[in-house]
């Protein structure tokens, strides 16, 4: 079973609203929550890390959460554009190892 | 930032014939690189761990000997998928990993089989 799960697999927005993934993760131990933009045939690109003790960081447009707690993490992404278009993709790594969700495709409209 | 580059960024090779390909880190010197493969729609599946002058270590129904890693240096790290067969068609990723414990990928490889 995935140790890490996105919602949704996919969502269509129009240009400039806003949206949220979800990330749920059992790993264990836990050293951080990653997430990832990855544009089709290119290598994902890194937009947040977060470590245990912080429950917010920001990369421009975009917002990540992360509840330890509840081992829950969202990426907010504001005022989209069209180059948001991408798969999107949480990672957490534990044990130096890096377990990564089935992404979520994103696909921003006119 | 760091900068992780792959070599070629696509290939279109024949059924049964050896394909290298090469991932280097431009800035940085990367104790551990790790080889991915992605195929359509799907995430990231780990497919060995390398660290310089050492074996690779591979991911359980990965077979060490189509799939051949060699690590020679901090900076370079080579994968060679030999006897190449179409369902070994599929995006290679690199990713190489510093002495501060982060890991930065390249952009990939995308590998043809005809």
């Known amino acids: 079973k995935n140790q890490v799960e996105q919602s949704p697999q996919s969502l269509i927005i129009l240009e400039g609203k806003n949206c949220t993934l979800q990330c749920n993760y059992t790993v264990s131990p836990f050293s951080n929550l990653r997430w990832y933009k990855q544009d089709t045939g290119r290598g994902p690109v890194s937009l947040t890390i977060?470590?245990?003790?912080?429950n917010t960081k920001s990369n421009g447009r975009y917002t990540a959460t992360l509840d330890a707690d509840t081992k829950q993490s969202s990426l907010h992404i504001t005022a989209s554009q069209l180059s948001d278009s991408a798969s999107y993709i949480c990672v957490v790594s534990g044990w130096g190892k890096l377990q990564f969700g089935a992404g979520t495709q994103v696909v921003v409209t006119p | 930032g760091a900068v992780v580059s792959q070599h070629p960024s696509w290939v279109i090779c024949k059924s049964g014939t050896s394909v290298k390909i090469e991932c280097r880190s431009l800035d940085f010197q990367a104790t551990t690189m790790f080889w991915y493969r992605q195929f359509p729609k799907q995430s990231l599946m780990l497919m060995a761990t390398?660290?310089?002058?050492?074996?690779?270590?591979?991911e359980q129904g990965v077979e060490k000997d189509k799939f051949l890693i060699n690590h020679a240096s901090l900076t370079l790290s080579t994968l060679t998928v030999t006897s190449a067969h179409p369902e070994d068609s599929s995006f290679y990723i690199c990713?190489?990993?510093?002495?501060?414990?982060?890991?930065?990928f390249g952009p990939g490889t995308r590998l043809t089989v005809t």
């Open positions: 977060m470590t245990f003790s912080e």
């Open positions: 390398s660290n310089e002058g050492s074996k690779a270590t591979y």
């Open positions: 990713s190489a990993r510093d002495f501060g414990d982060e890991q930065y």
